[in-house]
């Protein structure tokens, strides 16, 4: 009972490679009084069977940076913290079967350049040079990334555990976390079979267990986590003789070989091959029939299932037909968590204050060093270096049930490496939220999107279209969708158009005292009674945290509308910094959006009745009846016309609909939406609006009002950079781009330099042109300046614009 601190600043659950780094990095920012509980010995869950991948490749832009991070650490950490590593960075070759995977490499390596991989585009006959074993006969090209490479998963950890003790760290092995309790200034006791320790902040590090921590927060406003388990199988074989002379001639390992249109790694492993499938016949475990999951399964695995994986072994004795010579030495089949998207859960939980999470990594290993850096910052700065929100917990709500995650869990470990197209959508566990007139949409021919789990139309099918899955394997704007995209916009451009726009996230603030609440909480202004308006809140170094839009009820009444990917994110915000004695109320399931917009807009308002005042001032709001059902309108246009928001209950939302499609609205989709929306310059939230820009950067001057007598969060910060400029400058661009346009984080070039990235980009079809939204540097933001962008591994020549719409600039439209 002596050995257990009574207290200490952090306690994290779990002693795997993740809770060890979390416990590392929080030493290195000054936290050394902290405490890490393992219940068994440290790797003792997913870790300790990890095969040790480290790479680096992604097409998320946060999850590239983390895995860099992770690598960069891990060549020094073993001279660092005085713990010997076998740390091989071999280099990988991924291979590439068609033209669309090589334009997703091309994507990769671009990145990867931006943040200083040398990533290289091979083509098969360069690849056979490096890899003399292996057949490149049907290959489209490679990517080579010199970085990659694989780590002892025990020692790295034992490494990351040495370096914390050296700092002053608890490391507490044999020692099971039993619960906790949270205290009322919302600090905590952690319970532990040997005694109880005070906390001031929680970490569940947990892995394949982390769910069964999650239940311990649930009293204290903590959720079900999402997650569950897969069965993941990697076989060694013998040794090769080809193999082993092959190392001593060149002194270093073969490269790690990644078959990604097969789905398999295949990595020298001694003198001998590591094999690991990802197969579309996959498994999840303690799911169905299996028994429940042990209260411990501390370093063990199961049975292997070779006829599950006999096809990819085949194959990769093809593509390296040195594997056939040989035989399999033996075969490790064993747990690893999955999200529903395949990403980790870092970040603070859900509803709880106090409590982060760091947990269900299907790639710990490689993801593990970054995820320590930025759990440690979220806990020590209260914010991350880098926009996180693609690992972020509050990315999932409440429609992730236990169907839900082990659907899409098996559905991500099946298609590992698959490409994630613009176009497609996942299948798997569709209709989680819908919307008052879901199935009338559908019977429009609506073709659906998951957006915080809500079914929104994304664009609508006419007889003929070809709307299989197959059809949306393209980079390309051009499918069966574009034609019909096209059509949705100019019927809002030349007459009016209409889109149910279920999940809208909503939040009722009122009680005496809100309106200066909010005033200490946003950069700029409030909106007037009747009015609504923009507001913007900034974290401490003045970046973006989120938008909102506010409608202003009386002096003290608001309801806040915002994304619905962002409802626990921006309800989190606010309920964190609340006063006493005012109300925040969610009621995003309650009611339902309508957009109606487009010239003709008032005239179909007064054609179905309405007594509202249809004459009142763009950014006005009121309550109304439209075709006899009670609602609210909102004068505001995401599309950039002449238009309205319906905000209406569930219930009143069907007869609204079919009078508005009878007086002639034509249904257009999200995909529309984006278009009408780039063209206005308005900006999407976690591409355009991140943390990973200040509100000047972004070019949000005129929400800042820097001589308001309240202070709020990020005030000296933007002082400070308006005195000092911006290092960044937002910027709309003109591109001549091909039949691809720029997605997110796209390499902006002056000169054959890297100057800056795209936020978003597409096509608008009310210009007839491409556009993209980017970040450049600042000397390079004047109207007429001549840049790149790579799209795809080809570069376009783009043009910097003014900064205003490049469609009714003077907005006289939408105010018409």
């Known amino acids: 009972m002596s050995d257990i601190p009574t207290k200490a600043r952090v306690v994290v659950i779990g002693g795997g490679v993740v809770g060890c780094s979390v416990l590392y990095h929080l030493g290195l920012k000054g936290w050394t009084d902290c405490v890490l509980l393992e219940k068994n010995e440290l790797t003792a869950g997913s870790t300790w069977h990890a095969a040790g991948n480290v790479p680096t490749f992604s097409t998320s832009w946060s999850i590239m940076n983390m895995q860099r991070y992770s690598t960069e650490l891990y060549a020094r950490l073993g001279a660092e913290v005085d713990y010997p590593m076998n740390y091989h960075q071999s280099g990988s070759i991924r291979l590439a079967h068609t033209k669309e995977r090589m334009q997703e490499f091309e994507r990769a390596a671009s990145m990867g350049r931006y943040q200083g991989i040398a990533m290289e585009i091979w083509t098969p006959e360069e690849a056979k040079e490096h890899y003399p074993f292996l057949e490149t006969h049907d290959l489209a090209g490679v990517l080579y990334d010199p970085t990659d490479g694989d780590i002892d998963p025990a020692q790295l950890t034992q490494a990351l555990a040495k370096g914390a003790r050296d700092m002053g760290q608890k490391i507490l092995r044999f020692t099971?976390?039993?619960?906790?309790?949270?205290?009322?200034?919302?600090?905590?006791?952690v319970h532990t079979e040997k005694g109880d320790i005070a906390a001031d902040y929680v970490v569940n590090a947990a892995g394949y267990y982390a769910q069964r921590v999650g239940e311990w927060f649930k009293p204290y406003g903590g959720r079900t986590v999402p997650m569950m388990v897969m069965e993941h199988q990697y076989l060694l074989t013998e040794q090769i003789p080809e193999v082993v002379a092959w190392s001593e001639e060149h002194g270093k390992k073969?490269?790690?070989?990644?078959?990604?249109?097969?789905?398999?790694?295949?990595r020298q492993e001694k003198g001998g091959y590591n094999l690991g499938p990802y197969e579309p016949n996959c498994k999840a475990h303690w799911e169905g029939g299996d028994a429940e999951m042990p209260d411990d399964f501390s370093f063990q695995l199961w049975q292997e299932d070779l006829d599950r994986i006999e096809d990819i072994v085949t194959d990769a004795m093809e593509r390296v037909p040195l594997m056939a010579t040989t035989g399999v030495s033996s075969v490790i089949n064993g747990p690893i968590p999955y999200a529903p998207d395949g990403l980790p859960l870092i970040g603070p939980m859900p509803g709880v204050d106090n409590a982060f999470e760091a947990c269900v990594f299907t790639f710990g290993i490689a993801q593990g060093g970054g995820a320590g850096k930025v759990m440690a910052e979220w806990i020590v700065d209260g914010a991350t270096e880098w926009d996180m929100w693609a690992v972020d917990p509050r990315r999932y709500t409440d429609y992730t049930d236990h169907e839900y995650c082990v659907a899409k869990g098996m559905e991500v470990y099946g298609n590992e490496y698959a490409m994630h197209f613009p176009w497609h959508r996942w299948p798997a566990a569709p209709d989680r939220k819908l919307s008052a007139v879901h199935a009338r949409?559908?019977?429009?021919?609506?073709?659906?999107?998951?957006?915080?789990?809500?079914?929104?139309?994304?664009?609508?099918?006419?007889?003929?279209?070809d709307t299989s899955e197959e059809a949306t394997h393209t980079w390309a704007r051009s499918g069966p969708w574009e034609q019909r995209i096209r059509e949705e916009c100019e019927a809002v451009r030349d007459a009016v158009g209409v889109l149910d726009l279920p999940g809208f996230s909503r939040f009722n603030l009122a009680g005496t005292g809100a309106a200066e609440f909010l005033r200490t909480q946003i950069t700029g202004a409030l909106p007037k009674?009747?009015?609504?308006?923009?507001?913007?809140?900034?974290?401490?170094?003045?970046?973006?945290?989120?938008?909102?839009?506010?409608?202003r009820?009386?002096?003290d009444s608001f309801t806040l509308i915002t994304a619905a990917t962002a409802q626990w994110h921006d309800f989190e915000l606010l309920r964190a910094r609340l006063p006493e004695g005012l109300s925040l109320t969610d009621h995003s399931t309650e009611f339902g959006t309508l957009i109606v917009t487009g010239p003709q807009s008032r005239a179909l308002f007064e054609q179905i009745g309405t007594e509202a005042d249809l004459s009142l001032p763009w950014l006005s709001h009121q309550s109304a009846t439209v075709a006899g059902q009670p609602c609210s309108l909102a004068r505001v246009s995401f599309a950039g016309e002449l238009g309205w928001e319906v905000h209406a209950a569930n219930a009143a939302l069907p007869a609204i609909y079919e009078a508005l499609l009878a007086a002639g609205a034509k249904p257009f989709g999200m995909w529309a939406l984006n278009s009408l929306r780039l063209e206005k310059g308005y900006r999407a939230w976690k591409g355009d609006l991140s943390t990973d820009y200040s509100l000047f950067e972004g070019g949000l001057e005129r929400f800042v009002k820097l001589d308001k007598p309240q202070d709020f969060p990020g005030k000296a910060a933007l002082l400070a950079e308006k005195q000092q400029g911006s290092k960044k400058r937002f910027v709309t661009l003109l591109v001549e781009a091909g039949d691809t346009d720029a997605p997110y984080m796209?390499?902006?070039?002056?000169?054959?330099?890297?100057?800056?990235?795209?936020?978003?980009g597409g096509w608008g079809y009310r210009i007839g042109k491409s556009i993209a939204l980017g970040m450049v540097r600042a000397d390079l933001a004047q109207a007429g300046t001549e840049l790149e962008v790579e799209i795809y591994g080809t570069r376009y020549k783009a043009v910097v614009q003014e900064d205003a719409p490049l469609w009714d600039a003077s907005n006289e439209r939408l105010r018409a």
């Open 254 to 266: 073969l490269p790690l070989i990644r078959d990604v249109d097969v789905s398999y790694y295949l």
């Open 529 to 551: 009674i009747g009015r609504m308006n923009l507001m913007y809140f900034a974290d401490n170094r003045g970046r973006i945290l989120t938008e909102m839009s506010c409608v």
């Open 441 to 465: 949409v559908k019977a429009l021919g609506g073709q659906m999107g998951d957006y915080n789990g809500w079914e929104r139309a994304n664009w609508f099918a006419q007889e003929g279209d």
């Open 176 to 189: 099971p976390a039993t619960g906790v309790t949270q205290q009322t200034d919302k600090s905590w006791i």
């Open 746 to 760: 796209s390499c902006i070039y002056s000169g054959g330099e890297i100057v800056g990235e795209t936020t978003s």
């Open 553 to 555: 009820h009386d002096e």
